[in-house]
C-alpha cells in the first residue's frame, strides 16, 4: 500500500464522507501535480492535515 494521495482524491473523500465523525486511521501524504504537497489526508475521510496537525494527532494517540 503506498501511503500518497493526490489532492484531488482527498476531496473526493470529504465530499462523499461528508459530516460524519473520523478516527483518521492512517494519513497519507498528498501530492499535487506529482508534488507533495507537505500535506497528510485521511485515507478513510480526506481531511487535510498539515505536517504539526499530523504530529499532533500521533502525540495524542500515544497519550490515550
Given at each position: 500500500?503506498?501511503?500518497e494521495?493526490?489532492?484531488k482524491r482527498a476531496q473526493e473523500l470529504q465530499d462523499a464522507w461528508?459530516?460524519?465523525p473520523?478516527?483518521?486511521p492512517q494519513l497519507a501524504k498528498v501530492y499535487d501535480l506529482g508534488a507533495h504537497t507537505g500535506s497528510f489526508a485521511c485515507v478513510k475521510c480526506g481531511k487535510i492535515f498539515s505536517f504539526r496537525e499530523k504530529?499532533?494527532?500521533a502525540a495524542s494517540r500515544r497519550e490515550a
Open positions: 500500500l503506498r501511503n494521495m493526490k489532492k461528508g459530516d460524519a473520523c478516527e483518521h504530529a499532533e494527532l
